[in-house]
């Protein structure tokens, strides 16, 4: 009877563990179902078949653009850890090409900081080398103060909030102290007052990483939406008083501007934004207001600071316990298209404010190869091959650099993928002898496999560049200063690294190939010396 009660009680005791590791098995978290393309979704990834005779296109299209609006729900549609990242299952294949397009990267969290720490430890850092290059050494003629936006001993009184952190009344300041308080003025400050007629920064401004920093780590006092536009923008004001432009993630890295999609319809990247002012800075044109990437605490640092109460009301908790907000402007701002962090924190670009308006006025100017904005219409220059011609003869185009700089922004453009240049904008006080100022690159980096060449019919068309320009083009197409390495190692700079995808590094190389192969085209069609312009200042 004994031998029987333990037998008994042995079974029982098996009993019980085997359902309480069956409950522990149903209790274990599912992984998320990563849609391949061969169920119909975009799968992650951008080489799928595109023929127009496969089975079920127009419902894998209907598909694909869902994803792209509800990127919210994307278990990758905000930043987290590399860890949470990789706990996520995919289907082997759509592994394997994930591998294959992230192992060049110095960016990933996986060791790649460390390697590009030792190679520059080394001195192999091939951007370093780059900004020794005596391309990147040519120095500005001597600044009057009619080279100088702001003259820091009248203009900065403009500035009271700033000037009194530091100890400074605008009054009673002898000649040494006037010298010496630029040094002592917050980042944002510093960058304004260095601003003159060639450039929006020096090439080794040390308030430039300060300001970066600041970007990324001065605490948040307010928030408001910014008037205007087609997409949702915020003005953000930190402590020091700088403000930034505010565009929140929209889409994640891997996916592409769909193929039915109008370049005025385009979603605007947050990451296209940070890319494109480093882009801005390999090329050393110096004309992107400085951007970082950042992770936002969207109660916290949104909806606890922000006065606007159109803003304020868009805020809701989403089914799956995230904070949502979609704010109001022309396109994507309702619930379908709402912004939900994870489950609160969300990336996106700050870009540091030029100086106000009321301080330093901006004249906007028409592209002169600007597009139709219409799903039928041309503008002019798509349909005349001479309209060049039509606009060398139009001012400011008919003398100084400012055709010079059109073409410049074309190659910086095109580079990028970016349709979207309508307007741009130059300083009011330096008139037409200053450069142009490459603001608003969010529709950049849309389509890695596609090269949009009509981006470059402005300089197929006027066959002109810079002689700056074109040596620093062919020193980028060189093995030693290859331009997609060098973005790589410059993007490994900013927090929300890696900011772009290996297609998209591939993709500036590409391109920058066929600029060159136009200007190739342009001098053996009309010489070197009527194609090559030297610099003038």
Not at 284 to 295: I, K, S, T
Not at 397 to 405: C, E, F, P
Not at 427 to 449: A, M, Q
């Amino acid at each position: 009877m004994m031998l029987f009660r333990k037998f008994r009680a042995l079974l029982l005791t098996v009993f019980l563990v085997a359902c309480t590791v069956h409950v522990m098995i149903d209790l274990l978290p599912r992984p998320d179902r990563r849609t391949s393309a061969a169920d119909g979704g975009d799968g992650g990834d951008v080489g799928g078949c595109r023929c127009a005779d496969s089975p079920g296109r127009a419902e894998a299209d209907k598909r694909a653009l869902r994803i792209l609006h509800d990127f919210g729900s994307e278990p990758d549609s905000n930043r987290t850890s590399a860890a949470a990242r990789s706990q996520r299952r995919r289907t082997p294949g759509e592994a394997d090409e994930r591998e294959r397009e992230r192992e060049p990267l110095v960016g990933e969290e996986s060791g790649g900081r460390a390697v590009a720490a030792a190679a520059a430890a080394a001195g192999a850092s091939r951007l370093a080398a780059l900004f020794q290059h005596p391309l990147y050494q040519l120095a500005l003629p001597a600044l009057t103060e009619r080279d100088a936006l702001f003259d820091v001993n009248t203009d900065i009184a403009f500035y009271p909030k700033a000037t009194e952190q530091q100890g400074w009344d605008g009054e009673g300041r002898d000649e040494e102290n006037a010298r010496a308080a630029p040094e002592s003025y917050p980042n944002w400050l510093r960058f304004h007052v260095g601003i003159n007629r060639y450039e929006l920064y020096a090439g080794r401004d040390p308030a430039l990483d300060g300001l970066l920093r600041d970007l990324l780590t001065q605490k948040i006092t307010s928030v408001a939406m910014k008037s205007g536009g087609t997409q949702l923008k915020l003005i953000v004001t930190f402590q020091n008083y700088g403000q930034a432009l505010f565009k929140p993630m929209k889409q994640t890295r891997e996916q592409q501007t769909p193929p039915d999609f109008f370049y005025f319809s385009d979603f605007e990247r947050h990451n296209a934004e940070i890319a494109a002012f480093h882009l801005d800075r390999v090329l050393d044109f110096r004309r992107v207001p400085p951007v970082a990437g950042r992770l936002v605490n969207m109660t916290r640092e949104i909806r606890d600071v922000t006065r606007d109460k159109k803003l304020w009301r868009t805020f809701f908790i989403s089914p799956a316990n995230n904070v949502c907000f979609y704010g109001e402007c022309s396109y994507y701002c309702s619930t379908e298209h709402a912004l939900c962090g994870k489950p609160d924190q969300i990336e996106g670009s700050l870009a540091a404010f030029l100086p106000d308006l009321n301080l330093a006025k901006r004249k906007t100017w028409r592209n002169p190869w600007r597009r139709s904005y219409h799903k039928r219409k041309k503008a002019e220059w798509e349909v005349d091959p001479d309209y060049c011609d039509e606009v060398k003869r139009t001012p400011p185009y008919d003398r100084g650099t400012r055709l010079l700089d059109v073409m410049d922004m074309t190659v910086f453009d095109f580079l990028m993928g970016n349709m979207d240049r309508h307007h741009y904008e130059t300083f009011e006080k330096f008139g037409n002898d200053t450069f142009i100022i490459h603001l608003d690159n969010g529709r950049g980096f849309g389509k890695h496999s596609h090269d949009e060449m009509s981006i470059l019919v402005p300089l197929t068309q006027c066959c002109r560049v810079k002689k700056s320009t074109f040596l620093r083009l062919q020193l980028l197409a060189k093995e030693d200063y290859r331009l997609s390495a060098l973005m790589e190692e410059s993007l490994l700079a900013d927090r929300l690294s890696p900011v772009l995808i290996r297609p998209h590094l591939r993709a500036l190389d590409r391109r920058l190939g066929l600029v060159l192969r136009v200007l190739a085209d342009c001098v053996d069609k009309e010489g070197y010396g009527d194609v090559v312009a030297e610099d003038r200042r």
